[in-house]
């Protein structure tokens, strides 16, 4: 089974959400994600400053085994990306809670209440491995 830390939010495209203090949210691609793309070789990250709609494709991760799009959970603007992941995209299997993609501020805050809890998420997971 995937590791899903209790203390994070999720996206039903897999990707995780932290809530940061100063209001902004960490985005990354969770354990079960990255299981399932297998090894990553590249990542093509979105650009600070950049404006998201919610649910929108902002960058794509390619893998031995396929490529793919992630997408933001909320939309505003795109405060940090993770610059080590473009030198070294594997670190995302390494770790995938620690090895986040970017940083956003939601033009919409309470958006994030919307997002799955580690329960409903493990719960889509279960759905999705019996199809």
Do not use: C
């Amino acid at each position: 089974m995937a590791d899903i830390p209790g203390d994070l939010l999720y996206t039903t495209s897999h990707e995780w959400v932290r809530r940061e203090h100063d209001g902004t949210v960490t985005v990354g691609l969770t354990d079960f994600a990255q299981r399932n793309l297998g090894d990553v070789v590249y990542l093509e990250l979105p650009e600070a400053g950049t404006r998201i709609g919610a649910e929108e494709a902002v960058g794509t991760v390619e893998s031995v085994k396929a490529a793919s799009e992630f997408y933001t959970p909320v939309g505003g603007e795109v405060t940090a990306v993770n610059t080590d992941l473009a030198q070294e995209p594997g670190l995302v299997n390494d770790d995938p809670y620690e090895s986040w993609l970017f940083q956003a501020r939601p033009s919409d805050p309470g958006a994030v209440d919307a997002l799955l809890d580690p329960g409903a998420y493990r719960e889509l997971i279960r759905q999705e491995q019996e199809v």
